[in-house]
């Protein structure tokens, strides 16, 4: 049966127009939409800013000659040719328009066997090619908030960033993100933005946090120790939605009994966090200010380093007192 609909979200200030059309094309849609803060807006926006067209084919797809690229990221290619960009994973394709805020998404039908994680890396790729022109930049990054100051904590897969946010969360923090957000810049500062409201977990962690056990989500794929988290079913009432980062935090497991807190330079931090903001090295519009928007975040912020040692590990609850009082002294001998 063939299905057609639309309908039409926010996201903070962005309206974002969403049509489909095709067989079980409403279903994929709806996994696009549900892990994101979109707020589905009642009747029919006067203006938007982001239009986005889903369908399906059981064709092979065809990409321009004429394109440059491709460069690879999780397991996707992406070309641009004339102001479009070409995203695909070999057999689907999301054709965008960046500044023209469109993007065209053909499914293929063997596409709603890809795991979920794969899906929603496809459609975040395209939608940070999309927020670029309208000031929101991507980041890899797990965002809290505690009394009020908003703290980054930043690294690689596997760095430890959401095992400590989820051990500061159980301890009364507030949260953003675990994983994905988007920067902008504006007069008073760069702000974070949630995008993802799910945290990513390991599910060894069920051992210091019972609590979560009954609402992980099945794993994305056979093999994976990760789950998705709805954190609002176990800790409810700690979202929010955006803040301005004050603190940024490079975390790193290391195999020292004893954890350090380590403050950096600006120039190793810029660095540190250029790595985080992917996009930065595969889309080519708007580097300059994605690039200043990310120097900004420094500028505003004290820099550190973690690591995290084994007394994180076997005691995470120490996890909250440690960046407090660390982060204090640090403070305090630098208005000195």
Not at 155 to 173: C, D, F
Not at 281 to 308: M, P
């Amino acid at each position: 049966m063939i299905e057609a609909g639309v309908s039409f979200y926010s996201f903070y200030e962005i309206t974002v127009e969403v049509r489909w059309e095709g067989e079980g094309i409403e279903v994929e849609v709806e996994q696009f939409i549900s892990p994101l803060p979109f707020v589905k807006l009642s009747g029919i926006a006067n203006s938007v800013h982001i239009e986005l067209k889903f369908t399906t084919t059981d064709a092979s797809l065809d990409i321009p000659h004429s394109v440059s690229g491709p460069f690879c990221c999780y397991d996707l290619s992406v070309f641009e040719a004339g102001g479009c960009v070409y995203l695909t994973d070999g057999l689907s394709i999301f054709q965008l328009q960046p500044q023209a805020g469109t993007g065209f998404v053909t499914l293929h039908r063997s596409f709603k066997e890809k795991p979920l994680l794969s899906k929603y890396n496809f459609f975040l790729i395209g939608l940070i090619h999309l927020l670029a022109p309208l000031g929101f930049y991507d980041l890899h990054a797990a965002a809290l908030l505690r009394e009020g100051i908003g703290y980054l904590f930043l690294g690689k897969s596997g760095s430890g960033k959401s095992s400590t946010a989820l051990s500061l969360v159980h301890q009364g923090w507030q949260y953003i993100s675990d994983d994905t957000l988007f920067l902008r810049p504006s007069a008073v500062g760069v702000e974070v933005f949630a995008f993802r409201k799910h945290f990513y977990l390991d599910t060894t962690l069920v051992r210091h946090y019972p609590e979560i056990a009954p609402y992980l989500e099945e794993p994305i794929y056979e093999e994976s120790a990760k789950r998705f988290l709805d954190m609002e079913l176990v800790y409810p009432n700690k979202f929010w939605s955006n803040c301005f980062p004050r603190v940024l935090i490079y975390t790193q497991i290391v195999s020292q009994p004893e954890s350090k807190l380590i403050h950096i330079d600006q120039t190793s931090a810029l660095i540190k966090l250029m790595r985080q903001s992917a996009s930065l090295f595969f889309k080519r519009q708007g580097v300059n200010v994605h690039l200043e928007t990310l120097r900004r975040l420094v500028s505003q912020s004290y820099s550190y380093e973690l690591l995290a040692g084994r007394d994180f590990y076997e005691e995470p609850e120490k996890i909250s007192d440690f960046l407090l009082n660390n982060i204090k002294i640090f403070m305090k001998t630098k208005q000195e």
